[in-house]
């Protein structure tokens, strides 16, 4: 199999950014016949004529127009692969990240990646905000660096993704609940008033399906949007929330937790950003915080192991 020329990438790019022979060989340093051959040798690999006469100007082909953004990005990233790094000087960074997490993390993770960001880079602030949907818009335009969540089926091809850890679920309820002194049984837990973690009322997930294969339903009393709101609730009330275990942590203080009797899913929690911040010195750092912080929240000494 023939080797691509790679340096094509480069000329493509240029012209397709001036859509000119002749802007593109001056901004290239070549010579206007030279950059006419290289066209030439680029509608040859592509197989499409790329940039065609209308009148006076060339016009680009619906192929150039597809390939414009792919070929820029690619050029970028290897631009950004052949300049020699920066070193970064934590001590001198000065600059505010933004984070969009549920509030399960925050209240879980957040201290401790705090104290690991101040004690590291005193000049870098966080900012958390709460993450209400998957669309992954804030991160494409750059209001947000960084966000953890489950990877769905609707985010975007394009975004980098990093494991965190994975987590399972629990029940909890208020400390003197009346599944806290009887062995808990599919039945005993799905006849009691359920609040829904979901911005959809009247959602069913895997839970409900392990439920319904035994003729069992949940009776939902309240929905939800957040971990915390959930907890709030059940420890001032006899409702029931199914939380995630891990997630939730430091936010179970006088409840009690029990396995859930039925088959639960596990899910992966990640870390997702822009490819644009990939090679961003800072950026990895603070995904290396991250990653740290998840892999041992433990380490500020305000947790115990489970």
């Not at 066209?39 to 004529?49: H, K, V, Y």
């Not at 980098?160 to 400390?175: E, K, N, S, W």
Request: net charge positive; aromatic share 4%.
């Amino acid at each position: 199999m023939t080797k691509p020329d790679l340096n094509l990438l480069i000329t493509l790019n240029v012209l397709l950014a001036e859509g000119s022979v002749v802007r593109a060989a001056q901004r290239l340093g070549l010579s206007p016949s030279a950059m006419s051959r290289a066209l030439a040798r680029l509608r040859q690999t592509t197989g499409d004529p790329l940039l065609v006469r209308a009148g006076r100007v060339l016009v680009a082909t619906p192929r150039a127009l597809e390939l414009r953004e792919q070929v820029s990005q690619l050029v970028q990233d290897a631009t950004s692969v052949l300049r020699p790094a920066e070193k970064l000087d934590l001590a001198q960074l000065t600059r505010i990240f933004t984070l969009r997490t549920s509030d399960g993390f925050v209240e879980n993770f957040g201290a401790a990646l705090l104290a690991r960001v101040s004690r590291d880079a005193p000049g870098v602030q966080l900012r958390f905000i709460q993450k209400m949907n998957k669309d992954s818009a804030l991160l494409r335009d750059g209001s947000v660096d960084l966000e953890t969540g489950v990877v769905g089926a609707a985010a975007s091809p394009e975004l980098r993704t990093r494991a965190l850890f994975r987590d399972g679920f629990i029940g909890v309820v208020r400390a003197g609940h009346g599944l806290s002194s009887a062995e808990i049984t599919p039945a005993r837990y799905a006849a009691q008033r359920h609040i829904i973690i979901s911005r959809r009322q009247g959602h069913k997930g895997p839970l409900d399906d392990s439920l319904q294969l035994l003729g069992l339903e949940r009776r939902a009393a309240a929905y939800v949007d957040g971990i915390s709101t959930a907890l709030a609730l059940a420890q001032g009330s006899d409702l029931v929330a199914t939380v995630p275990e891990r997630h939730t942590l430091n936010l179970r203080t006088g409840m009690f937790s029990f396995p859930l009797p039925v088959t639960s899913p596990i899910i992966t929690v990640s870390m997702l950003w822009h490819p644009r911040m990939d090679a961003d010195s800072a950026h990895r750092w603070l995904r290396q915080c991250v990653l740290d912080i998840c892999g041992n929240p433990y380490q500020d000494g305000t947790l115990t192991s489970p």
